[in-house]
């Protein structure tokens, strides 16, 4: 199973919005709606901030959002700001009834 | 409150097995999946494989077919991910993490376990 395709690093200015993409084929991003986000600030756990393509957890701020268009999927974040400054991994189920991992992105807060 | 703790960091050298032990308590063990994922140094994170913490079945990353087990101790509510044959790209932080069956939503994670292989 390939790793999904994600930008190696996105930036933004605070207050703007910046998204990433996470390209998969059918048999994973395309072929089901589980598809999830996860931040990983260095040296921490990853926090589960969307799944199923664009449901946000308890307590994950209603800035970050997603949503997926055939074997892609993306995550917004508006309103940038310094604590979002992060890895960010998206994640799909498969159809080998297991998961797949994205490439990680950077996102920096200029 | 939600817990996965994880067992200490480990030194193995290539051709060992490491088994790796995953706590949980606050909620029913049975009604939920573990899952398995590792991270190099570096690296993107990794699947392994996930049990059903309820009937005990498994399923494994074609990768890691054949290397690696995951068990489960229900009366210990604790989760174990064993990885045999091992060798120096094996060094990595694996997390668990929990999911309530059938929901997708992987809430809570361990704090990670670092593995390193190493002569």
């Known amino acids: 199973q390939s790793a999904l395709t994600q930008p190696p690093s996105v930036s933004g200015s605070p207050g703007q919005s910046v998204t990433i993409s996470c390209t998969g084929t059918?048999?994973?991003?395309?072929?089901?709606?589980?598809v999830s986000w996860y931040q990983q600030p260095p040296g921490t756990a990853p926090k589960l901030m969307i799944y199923d393509v664009n449901n946000r957890p308890s307590g994950v701020p209603d800035r970050f959002s997603g949503s997926k268009s055939g074997n892609t999927a993306s995550l917004s974040i508006s309103g940038l700001q310094a604590e979002d400054e992060a890895d960010y991994y998206c994640?799909?189920?498969?159809?080998?009834?297991?998961?797949?991992f994205g490439t990680g992105t950077k996102v920096t807060v200029l | 409150q939600v817990q996965l703790v994880q067992s200490g960091a480990e030194v193995k050298k290539p051709g060992a097995s490491v088994k790796v032990s995953c706590k949980a308590s606050a909620y029913t063990f049975t009604t939920s999946a573990i899952h398995w994922v590792r991270q190099a140094p570096g690296q993107r994170l990794e699947f392994m494989g996930w049990i059903n913490a309820g009937n005990g079945n498994t399923k494994y990353s074609q990768k890691f077919q054949g290397r690696v087990t995951i068990t489960r101790d229900t009366s210990a509510t604790t989760a174990y991910m064993e990885l045999t044959n091992l060798r120096s790209e094996d060094t990595a932080v694996y997390y668990c993490?929990?999911?309530?069956?059938?929901?997708?939503?992987?809430?809570?994670w361990g704090h990670g376990t670092l593995v390193t292989v190493s002569s």
């Open positions: 059918s048999s994973d991003v395309g072929g089901y709606n589980h």
């Open positions: 994640s799909s189920y498969t159809s080998s009834y297991t998961y797949v």
């Open positions: 993490a929990k999911e309530i069956w059938g929901t997708y939503e992987w809430g809570y």
